[in-house]
């Protein structure tokens, strides 16, 4: 049965595909140094455009995200949905394929182009990403289809079984590249869950710093965290005073995938 649960631990996954912007040099690299004494939402600029990712990260991969730590910064007092169930996620791998495209063959087709010379920004396949991690997560029944806004990619549905949807809509983010070549991100965002007896809104903020393994041209890691606010709508969100109920941190590991791989349908 596809739980709110389920939904919402898919939710967490869901959020590298999604960022872009500008930081003050070194804020990001500090809060992830800072898990998991986060105190309140990140300061960052109103989301705008496409993410661009750095050209070492363009081409299909295979992801494998391991959640490997998780707090509960104001339990028993407030618990976020599905919190204690997400315990049973430690340390287990979840694997799933995406790709990073030219933003032009990203427009018209997602045409996978040769692994060299990228000229156009490289950006996210956001369909493509979002559509194999649901499944990966939550089983090919349960995820009908995922769309991408066409006048915004900060704004993207999936539609689910039993006519329930997950709306995601980035509102801020921020980027910053480290002296040692990392590439890292922060995002918040709004995510909307229709379709169940009451609509489930709730604030989301994810950092995530990726890493291109020395010598490697097929290899990248990255260390996320993930931070869980209360919306105004919830009946204690002036009892958790701007602070994160939840905070969970992942690893992911890339491996480069040599041929290109045919969309889900």
Not at 82 to 88: K, V
Request: aromatic fraction near 10%.
């Amino acid at each position: 049965m596809l739980t709110i649960k389920a939904i919402w631990s898919f939710c967490l996954l869901l959020l590298f595909l999604l960022w872009g912007g500008d930081a003050l040099a070194g804020d990001l690299s500090e809060r992830l140094a800072n898990f998991p004494q986060w105190e309140k939402l990140t300061s960052v600029q109103p989301a705008s455009g496409d993410l661009v990712y750095p050209e070492w990260m363009a081409g299909t991969w295979q992801v494998t995200s391991t959640l490997i730590d998780l707090a509960a910064p104001l339990a028993p007092d407030i618990v976020t949905p599905g919190f204690e169930g997400n315990r049973q996620q430690l340390n287990q791998p979840v694997s799933f394929v995406v790709r990073f495209v030219e933003e032009q063959s990203h427009v018209s087709g997602l045409k996978i182009l040769p692994q060299i010379d990228y000229k156009s920004p490289i950006v996210a396949d956001r369909a493509f990403n979002s559509l194999n991690l649901a499944r990966a997560y939550l089983g090919d029944e349960a995820v009908l289809l995922v769309k991408v806004d066409p006048d915004s990619p900060n704004r993207q549905i999936t539609f689910l079984r039993s006519s329930r949807q997950l709306v995601s809509i980035v509102t801020a983010r921020g980027t910053e590249t480290t002296p040692d070549g990392k590439f890292i991100t922060t995002e918040v965002f709004q995510q909307l869950f229709k379709g169940g007896s009451r609509p489930y809104l709730n604030s989301v903020e994810s950092t995530t710093a990726y890493h291109k393994l020395p010598a490697s041209n097929s290899a990248i890691e990255a260390d996320q965290v993930t931070a869980v606010y209360l919306s105004p709508q919830d009946p204690d969100y002036f009892k958790a005073d701007s602070r994160p109920v939840a905070l969970y941190r992942y690893r992911l590991e890339f491996a480069s995938v040599q041929m290109p791989i045919t969309p889900q349908e």
